[in-house]
Structures are given as C-alpha cells and as structure tokens.
C-alpha cells in the first residue's frame, strides 16, 4: 500500500512570511480535489496533515480509505520550533495536541500514552527556523520516526535526514509536502505487504516503510509559489498588485535555495560531530561542548 503522508489543503492556515501573512494562504487546494489526484496518482489510502487544523475531514470523513493527520507546530524545550506530522487521529486528539504544543515534553508523553504515530518532519530545513544541537538529541530519543523524503526539500536536506533515522535506529516516512496541486502525490509511503490502514501504518512504525517520489528543487517550488500567489489574486482580486510581486519570485526561491542547502550542510556537519562526541554510547558527552 502507499500514502502520500504530508499533503496540505486550504485548511493550512494564513502564510507565515510577515508582507504575506495577512492575505495568503499557505495553501489553496480543495481537500477533494487533493483526494482525487491522490487516487489518479494511485494512492491506496489518503490522509492531508494541515497546520494545525483537522478541519479538511469534514470533506472527507466519507471516504473509506481516509484517516485523519495532522501537522502539528511544536515549540522544543530548546525554544525552537518544529513541524511534527500526527498521523490516524481523532478530532478529540486533535484537541488535545493543539492543548499540549507549546509544551514538547507533555505532547510527546501524551502521544506516546495514546500510542500515536508520528514524525519530525524536514528537520535539516530552516523552514522552521534555527535549530540547537539538543534539537538533534530530541529527534533520536523521543521521535519513533523521522521524515526522510519530503517532495519540497532538497536532495541533501533529504539524504541527511535518512542518515539521521538509520543511524538512530527510527522509522522513515515520505509526502510531498503539497501546498500546490501540481506537487500533490509526488512523493510518498509505501509499506509493500500492507493490506488495510493498520497494517500500513504498523508496518511504518516497524520500520518496513520505504519512501518513494520526488526530492525538492528550484523549479517545484517556483512552480508552486506561483501557483499559490496566482489562487490568492484569483481569491481576492484586490490582492493582485501583491501578486504582481512574482517577478521576484526566481529571485527569492534562488536565494532560499542557497540558505537551504548551506543549512543542511552547516547542521549535518554539528550532528556528526556530536556523533563523534559522544561514542557509541548515547549521553556520554555533555551538551554544552558540542554546542561550543
């Protein structure tokens, strides 16, 4: 079976750039739209992972091969911040992760409690912001699983990730991390033995899920962010003067790039070195030096 395992709809919430965050959407496509493209594109089961906000089931509740997820924004006792992919939820845990995400410690323990499945995702991206070396301390010990293929990051950022999960021994997950029609389904899950939603999901969490699809590059993203200004204009005609703004959109995504791949290779090299700090033998070296 396979499952795209990071897909966003309209219910993603209002853009975080700050000239942007007021009259943009994270993302513009119809949760049915995205469940049929999913089936087109030959996904056995369909799940959409929205920030923070389940409100997508409401589209989709319906469908027999549909469970909900959802992507959850996190702060890390280090203060930083991280996008955890929540996946086969109920609309009351939903309550309750939005209650405990300010607080790692208590979400992790209450996710565990509930014997939910879930994911960091893109943690060698600044999409989220900075990162602490005790970020990647918190990623081996608490995460049962790491997102080691995500459609919109890049190869590097992806390679890094995978060496993460094999080298802590976690599970690896892919999606697309659509915002975009045009991307929705290009990478994914699969769990080659699985015939129904437990079966995939366990075996995921067993670690016999493989990812599968597209990495990132500079030209999906422009693609999709030219997508998303053009919804929003479409949207919200008196935005169209903002939209015009595309003619820098080569531009910004180049420079993204550049941050992004200097981002994962500054973080990549940190995470070996506290490797090595440490030895075999996790927690032997204090923190402190490695941050040094």
Same mark, same amino acid.
């Given at each position: 079976?396979r ?7 309209r219910?993603?919430?209002? /853009? ?6 007021r009259? /943009?959407r ?8 995205v ?5 087109r ?7 959409v992972t929205?920030?923070?906000? !389940?409100?997508?089931a409401?589209?989709?509740r319906?469908k @027999?091969?549909?469970?909900?997820s959802?992507? =959850?924004?996190?702060k890390l ?5 991280m996008?955890?992919g929540?996946?086969? !939820? ?6 309750e ?5 300010h ?6 323990h209450w996710m &565990?409690?509930r ?5 960091a995702n ?5 999409l ?9 301390l918190l990623?081996e010990?608490?995460? @049962? %699983?790491?997102?080691?293929?995500n459609g919109? $990051?890049l190869?590097c950022?992806?390679r890094?990730a995978a060496g993460?999960? &094999? ?9 697309s991390? %659509?915002h975009a $029609? ?13 015939r ?11 670690g016999q899920?493989r990812?599968r699809?597209?990495t990132?590059g500079?030209?999906k993203? $422009?693609?999709?962010v ?13 935005t169209?003067?903002v939209? %015009?703004?595309?003619?820098? =959109? ?8 550049i !941050?992004e791949? =200097?981002f994962?290779?500054?973080?990549? %090299? ?7 700090l ?9 923190i402190?030096?490695v941050?040094a």
């Amino acid at each position: 079976m396979r499952c795209d395992l990071h897909v966003h709809t309209r219910h993603s919430g209002m /853009c975080t750039i700050p000239v942007l965050r007021r009259v /943009c959407r994270e993302s513009y496509n119809d949760p049915l739209a995205v469940y049929e493209k999913l089936k087109r594109l030959g996904m056995d089961l369909v799940t959409v992972t929205d920030h923070d906000s !389940i409100d997508a089931a409401e589209a989709l509740r319906s469908k @027999p091969d549909f469970f909900l997820s959802e992507e =959850v924004t996190c702060k890390l006792p280090s203060g930083t911040e991280m996008h955890i992919g929540v996946y086969d !939820i109920t609309e009351r845990d939903h309550v309750e992760l939005q209650g405990r995400r300010h607080d790692f410690e208590s979400l992790a323990h209450w996710m &565990d409690g509930r014997g939910l499945f879930f994911s960091a995702n893109h943690v060698f991206s600044s999409l989220t912001g900075r990162r602490t070396p005790e970020d990647f301390l918190l990623f081996e010990s608490d995460f @049962p %699983a790491i997102e080691t293929r995500n459609g919109h $990051m890049l190869g590097c950022a992806n390679r890094n990730a995978a060496g993460l999960a &094999d080298w802590a021994g976690l599970a690896e997950v892919g999606g697309s991390d %659509a915002h975009a $029609m045009g991307s929705v389904g290009c990478t994914y899950t699969v769990a080659p033995r699985a015939r129904s939603k437990q079966e995939f999901l366990h075996a995921v969490r067993l670690g016999q899920g493989r990812v599968r699809g597209e990495t990132g590059g500079v030209w999906k993203l $422009m693609r999709d962010v030219l997508s998303i200004g053009r919804s929003m204009a479409i949207e919200n005609p008196w935005t169209a003067p903002v939209a %015009a703004l595309g003619v820098a =959109v080569p531009a910004v995504i180049l420079g993204n790039y550049i !941050i992004e791949s =200097v981002f994962a290779r500054w973080w990549m %090299a940190r995470y070996l070195r506290l490797r090595a700090l440490r030895g075999a033998g996790r927690g032997a070296t204090p923190i402190a030096e490695v941050a040094a």
